[in-house]
């Protein structure tokens, strides 16, 4: 985990003392199973409850003895807990416990990612009210199509933010599910019942089929699903990255007083916030590879998948969680330029309106084939033309003055038709 990328709250759920936490938690989740079967005496549980514990330094001296961490994570529990000890971690094997204890990592986790993603939802739809009526001209390919409005724009933002929260929703059962199997997983030296009454007591549901380790096909899911939600945050980055450009202006990243855009060139003022989310979506993008190929282990356990997910697991958590915190700022402190849209839309007298001149010399009797000639000749004699004016070269025009009075074309101008049924939109979000 890198620390400038990392927020206190999910660096804290994947710290060694968090992780060696959930083990414990495991641990004694079992030990109150097996003391409810009546497996463990009261006065041993007890024990157990009041002195197990640990320190994350003393377990990696054992491991550098025993070079394995479970082992070495009993060892140092035992030395609390005394002759109490031998009833812990009976019946179980180690990818009990990594497992389980994981599989508590990556609920909280996906618990925090719901938080960030509810305000990043708030703060789009906010915006998004405010500018239903804001108009400004699309663009497919890059280039000027017809005009929109960024409250239009805000409302695929806010969809998709939806759609991403009921993702995560649907995550956060995938990935609650523990196991309490023993080797091989067939439950041969300890009861189902155990690993359903641990599971309980965890907030977790039984793995429907698990071999000595949980398939990992649940967490190539979960780095898949942030990639993803990563992805929708880059899509909207790289739009206001666009929209910032000197030459649109239409939007804009706040600016702090006292920040500085550029060692050399004190006028910049640059998209960083944004650039930064579009080049961590890529960093959750490269480990979706490396989860999947995670997925294949050898026969019914290998540890292949053990050294990814150290890395994998961590980083993928607090970057996401980074990224929706970063651009729930980005959207609220966003400073919008309606002047600038409206300027960059009538640009060339409004060659956007293109297809509302077509559709009317069709109405009133010309060919499809014969206006599309006449608009398509009046629009690029004004397209890069400095001073050229669609509308001017269109009033001059005797084909087009003959059918359309000054009325009639005036209307093809307007942004009115572009809002008219944008109401189902609205109505569909409850904007």
């Known amino acids: ?22 083990w414990l938690d495991v641990e004694i989740a079992a030990c109150e199973a097996n003391c409810q079967l009546g497996k463990i005496p009261e006065a041993e549980m007890q024990q157990i409850r009041e002195r197990a514990t640990f320190e994350p330094q003393r377990i990696l001296e054992i491991e550098a003895e025993v070079r394995h961490d479970v082992i070495a994570f009993l060892t140092n529990v035992n030395e609390h807990v005394g002759d109490a000890g031998r009833y812990i971690h009976v019946g179980m094997t180690s990818s009990d416990v990594l497992d389980t204890g994981l599989a508590l990592q990556l609920k909280n986790s996906v618990a925090l990612l719901q938080q960030e993603l509810g305000s990043l939802q708030e703060a789009i739809r906010s915006l998004a009210v405010e500018h239903k009526g804001t108009v400004m001209i699309g663009r497919s390919h890059a280039i000027h199509g017809e005009p929109i409005t960024f409250g239009f724009k805000l409302a695929g933002w806010l969809a998709e933010t939806m759609r991403n929260a009921e993702r995560l929703e649907r995550l956060e059962r995938d990935v609650a599910v523990g196991q309490i199997s023993g080797a091989m997983g067939t439950y041969a030296n300890t009861d189902p019942k155990v690993e359903q009454l641990t599971c309980e007591r965890l907030c977790l549901i039984p793995d429907t089929a698990s071999t000595q380790v949980i398939s990992r096909d649940r967490h190539a899911d979960y780095v898949q699903t942030l990639a993803l939600v990563g992805a929708s945050l880059d899509r909207f980055a790289t739009e206001i990255r666009n929209l910032q450009r000197t030459d649109v202006l239409e939007v804009e990243e706040s600016f702090a007083k006292g920040q500085k855009g550029s060692s050399a060139m004190p006028h910049k003022r640059n998209p960083i916030r944004a650039e930064r989310i579009s ?6 993008r490269s480990y979706v590879v490396a989860a999947l190929e995670n997925v294949a282990l050898w026969h019914e356990r290998d540890i292949s998948h053990s050294s990814t997910e150290r ?26 330029y309606p002047a600038n849209m409206r300027r960059n839309m009538n640009i060339y007298g409004g060659v956007v309106f293109s297809q509302r001149v077509l559709l009317a010399l069709v109405e009133n009797g010309m060919s499809r084939e014969d206006a599309y000639s006449v608009v398509q000749r009046n629009a690029h004699a004004a397209w890069n033309t400095e001073g050229g004016n669609f509308r001017a070269n269109l009033e001059a025009d005797p084909e087009v003055s003959t059918l359309l009075n000054a009325k009639a074309l005036a209307e093809c101008f307007s942004t009115e038709l572009h809002q008219a049924n944008l109401d189902v939109i609205w109505q569909r979000l409850g904007l």
């Open 1 to 22: 985990m890198i620390e400038r990328y990392t927020l206190p709250e999910m660096g804290e759920i994947w710290t060694d003392r968090a992780k060696y936490q959930s």
């Open 311 to 336: 890395m994998m697991l961590p980083d993928c958590s607090v970057t996401l969680h980074f990224m929706l915190r970063e651009m729930t700022q980005v959207v609220q402190g966003l400073g919008i």
């Open 279 to 284: 080049g961590l979506a890529r960093v959750l």
